[in-house]
């Protein structure tokens, strides 16, 4: 029989990169020379080294794959010759196996056990993941690039935020396996084994199902919002969307008292009743299919003092976003123009159902057009070039 690096690794020719790595990190804990009695650590060195050189092979593809066709020839020149029993000369065959215990698991069926342990921790570790990487980019969402990129790149984010979630219940199950390896002897990896074995069956349908239906949920929370909203039963019952960003945060001008005496038309009074419509507002979504930066005027009136206000965001080129605002679908209007006032979006003259309203001190007053009602639990306002 030939002795290879496999025998002094204690794992089979099919053995795992994984598996591998398992072995030796076991017998090197088990033999390191820092470790024994003295007596016993010239032993101990001299098993060290034949396990770290067959880690050295086996851990490398080339090498390994060289010491297979090493180990493929010396049997068939060992079955040619007929031998009598011998063992053909190879790393460390100076015992059967140097570093093979009297008795108990080998290093290899070791690490099955504890990967086969550790496959119980998976719901867990998923669950945390999940957790984890939901609070991090709901956090990330505050950022306004950030939320761009998910609103209009809902697929790829879904599967990258999937991967990531992925790979963090990987590296827990990971590091528990590692924990099951080195702080358990033989006979509690057995009993651990043994109770693992009944319940993996049951963790592997619950991770399955928790991983199913947290990515359901959040690819509709992403790519359908209003489904969570009617699901809900209520429109107005959640919070405030975000603003885009920092730079896009409501720059309030100072409630117009006399931006109402400047509104022309058939409207008569300086103040509106808003309370019929309040249960009705809605959420608000821009999106910029200009090729030029914007800058986006809301005119509404206050729910508690009925005078108006007018808020303002700024959109770059091609942007979509949802605005930190809700609005009526009877009283709200809306300004905007390019920042270079090549392209300008205001009411015609003779629009009945638009207002005026100044947005600049030292500026005449400009027409508002008003967002017609919309079907659905948000608006969604368009602004094109060509408008």
Same mark, same amino acid.
């Given at each position: 029989m030939v002795h290879s690096h496999y025998e002094n690794l204690q794992v089979s020719r099919t053995a795992s990169d994984e598996v591998i790595k398992g072995a030796y990190r076991y017998l090197s804990q088990k033999w390191h020379p820092d470790k024994q009695p003295s007596e016993k650590r010239s032993e101990a060195e001299r098993i060290m080294k034949l396990v770290n050189d067959a880690y050295a092979v086996l851990s490398d593809p080339t090498r390994r794959r060289e010491h297979d066709e090493w180990i493929?020839?010396?049997?068939?020149?060992?079955?040619?010759?007929?031998?009598s029993g011998g063992s053909t000369s190879g790393p460390g065959s100076g015992s059967p196996n140097p570093t093979e215990p009297e008795a108990g698991l080998s290093a290899q069926a070791r690490t099955e056990y504890a990967k086969a342990i550790a496959a119980g921790h998976w719901p867990l570790a998923l669950l945390t993941s999940f957790i984890g990487v939901s609070l991090i980019v709901g956090l990330l969402q505050k950022i306004g690039w950030?939320?761009?990129?998910?609103?209009?790149?809902?697929?790829?984010?879904?599967?990258?935020?999937?991967?990531?979630?992925?790979?963090?219940?990987?590296?827990?199950?990971?590091?528990?396996?590692?924990?099951?390896?080195?702080?358990?002897?033989d006979q509690t990896l057995k009993v651990l084994y043994e109770k693992s074995s009944r319940r993996n069956a049951?963790?592997?349908?619950?991770?399955?199902?928790?991983?199913?239906?947290?990515?359901?949920?959040?690819?509709?929370?992403?790519?359908?919002?209003?489904?969570?909203?009617?699901?809900?039963?209520?429109?107005?019952?959640?919070?405030?969307?975000?603003?885009?960003?920092?730079?896009?945060?409501?720059?309030?001008?100072?409630?117009?008292?006399?931006?109402? @005496? *400047?509104?022309? &038309?058939?409207? %008569?009074?300086?103040?509106?009743?808003?309370? +019929?419509? =309040?249960? #009705?507002?809605r959420n608000i979504r821009v999106e910029n299919q200009c090729g030029s930066p914007i800058?986006?005027?809301?005119?509404?009136?206050?729910?508690?003092?009925?005078?108006?206000?007018?808020?303002?965001?700024?959109?770059?080129?091609?942007e979509a976003a949802r605005l930190n605002a809700?609005?009526?679908?009877?009283?709200?209007?809306?300004?905007?123009?390019?920042?270079?006032?090549?392209?300008?979006? @205001? *009411?015609?003259? &003779?629009?009945? %159902?638009?207002?005026?309203?100044?947005?600049? +001190?030292? =500026?005449? #007053?400009?027409?508002?057009?008003?967002?017609?009602?919309?079907?659905?639990?948000?608006?969604?306002?368009?602004?094109?070039?060509?408008?």
């Open positions: 493929v020839t010396e049997e068939a020149r060992e079955q040619a010759a007929a031998p950030v939320r761009t990129l998910l609103d209009n790149h809902p697929l790829a984010s879904i599967l990258v935020i999937l991967f990531v979630i992925g790979g963090g219940a990987k590296a827990a199950v990971d590091e528990r396996r590692d924990k099951v390896l080195d702080k358990n002897d049951t963790a592997a349908i619950c991770a399955t199902i928790l991983v199913a239906a947290g990515a359901l949920a959040y690819a509709v929370w992403l790519t359908r919002p209003d489904l969570i909203h009617q699901f809900a039963g209520s429109n107005t019952s959640s919070p405030d969307n975000p603003a885009p960003d920092a730079s896009r945060n409501n720059a309030d001008a100072a409630a117009l008292a006399a931006a109402s @005496a *400047a509104a022309v &038309g058939t409207d %008569t009074a300086s103040t509106v009743d808003v309370s +019929a419509g =309040a249960t #009705a507002d800058a986006l005027f809301l005119a509404m009136p206050d729910k508690t003092s009925g005078q108006w206000s007018i808020k303002h965001w700024e959109f770059d080129a091609n809700k609005i009526s679908p009877s009283d709200t209007y809306y300004f905007a123009r390019s920042t270079d006032n090549v392209y300008t979006w @205001a *009411a015609r003259d &003779g629009d009945k %159902t638009s207002r005026a309203f100044s947005i600049d +001190a030292d =500026a005449p #007053a400009v027409r508002f057009v008003k967002i017609e009602p919309q079907d659905g639990p948000e608006f969604l306002l368009k602004l094109r070039c060509a408008d």
